[in-house]
């Protein structure tokens, strides 16, 4: 499907749920199919076009099998991963230049994947993965509007020790540490899924919870450095936040 440049609209669409946690992401055909409001944009990074079909708003909400209530996942925070946050529009500018040769890279709670999808059009080794049920469709619905080739997805919690992932080279990740539990959750998620030399990378908004983040990933042997963005609106005093970036060598 062709989307003109920087063109928005909605539609309301049939959203086909992931069968079970650690599938791939294929849009499965299931009965009985939920209807929600959607938006189709284009998103100029760095200069390349990136198709996204998302959720029209923040109101959009459907359940009707509680796949979602029975991870945890209430009414109000449903739709939040159905929503290019300003955080992952930073960090796909950020994969856009960073260096993929030889790299296996994971998203963590990829949402809408904006990152992802930037390293698939370059070719790069990608997995993302999420917990919401409705993640791995839609990323296989904008995989297909950028014509790509499709992306591994893995739904899975970051307390899930059998999720099957491996180990990578470089973990990614944009506004995910909502709560404060979620420091060592995260961190107890990277240490599992990091090779000996292993480069992470998060962009934070300032949800005042990267600095026990950052703490914590120190004492698992990660060095710590952190930086504004430099590019575009970005880089003029809008975004609060910081991209963070950790590394830790054999």
């Not at 609209?9 to 939920?34: D, F, Q, R, T």
């Not at 509007?145 to 997805?153: A, D, E, Q």
């Not at 999720?163 to 961190?187: C, M, P, Q, T, W």
């Amino acid at each position: 499907m062709a989307i003109p440049r920087h063109c928005a609209y909605s539609a309301s669409i049939n959203v086909m749920h992931l069968a079970s946690p650690g599938s791939i992401a294929y849009p499965l055909p299931e009965s009985p199919m939920s209807t929600v409001r959607v938006r189709y944009h284009t998103y100029d990074i760095g200069g390349v076009d990136i198709h996204v079909r998302s959720l029209k708003d923040k109101q959009q909400f459907e359940d009707n099998d509680g796949v979602a209530e029975a991870l945890g996942i209430s009414s109000a925070q449903w739709p939040l991963f159905g929503v290019v946050w300003e955080s992952s529009e930073i960090l796909a500018h950020e994969m856009l230049t960073f260096d993929i040769e030889g790299k296996r890279i994971l998203e963590v709670g990829c949402g809408m994947a904006l990152a992802s999808l930037v390293l698939n059009h370059r070719k790069a080794n990608i997995t993302a993965t999420d917990i919401h049920p409705e993640a791995g469709n839609y990323l296989a619905e904008n995989v297909g509007l950028n014509n790509g080739k499709l992306i591994t997805f893995v739904r899975t919690s970051w307390v899930d020790t059998l999720d099957g992932l491996g180990k990578f080279d470089v973990i990614i990740g944009s506004d995910v540490l909502y709560e404060r539990e979620h420091v060592e959750l995260l961190a107890g998620f990277i240490k599992r899924h990091s090779k000996p030399n292993c480069e992470v990378i998060m962009v934070d908004p300032g949800r005042h919870h990267h600095a026990p983040f950052s703490k914590k990933m120190i004492s698992l042997g990660f060095t710590h450095q952190q930086h504004k963005p430099v590019y575009g609106k970005y880089g003029e005093e809008k975004f609060k936040g910081e991209i963070l970036n950790y590394r830790k060598s054999a």
